[in-house]
Nanobody, 118 residues
Framework: QVQLVESGGGLVQAGGSLRLSCAAS????????MGWYRQAPGKQRELVAG???????NYVDAVKGRFTVSRDNAKNTVYLQMNNLKAEDTAVYYC????????????WGQGTQVTVSS
């Protein structure tokens, strides 16, 4: 069983920065794909950024150039550095761990609120 614990959310003014962290329990972190998702009120959950075990990253267009995802396999932790935050970045941010090829296993954190005031 994998547990994911997010931290680092909060209230920030537009143009500010936040750094989210997600710590994973268990021994599979280093072989798992990690992702940050967000869900704003009335909207579907969307993938914001992902990082593979080897460090390859991908981002949704809306955050390219502003957000950076990284991971520390020694600490079983994935990060999301968010710069130049905008009001439209306001959402609950969720950490996701996924592994397995024939069967895909997914785990979610509890979410952390990010609120950007304009």
């Amino acid at each position: 069983q994998v547990q994911l614990v997010e931290s680092g959310g909060g209230l920030v003014q537009a143009g500010g920065s936040l750094r989210l962290s997600c710590a994973a329990s268990g021994s599979i972190f280093s072989i798992a794909d990690m992702g940050w998702y967000r869900q704003a009120p009335g909207k579907q959950r969307e993938l914001v950024a992902g990082i593979t075990p080897g460090g390859s990253t991908n981002y949704v267009d809306a955050v390219k150039g502003r957000f950076t995802v990284s991971r520390d396999n020694a600490k079983n932790t994935v990060y999301l550095q968010m710069n130049n935050l905008k009001a439209e970045d306001t959402a609950v941010y969720y950490c996701n761990l996924a592994y397995g090829r024939s069967t895909r296993y997914r785990y979610w954190g509890q979410g952390t609120q990010v609120t950007v005031s304009s």
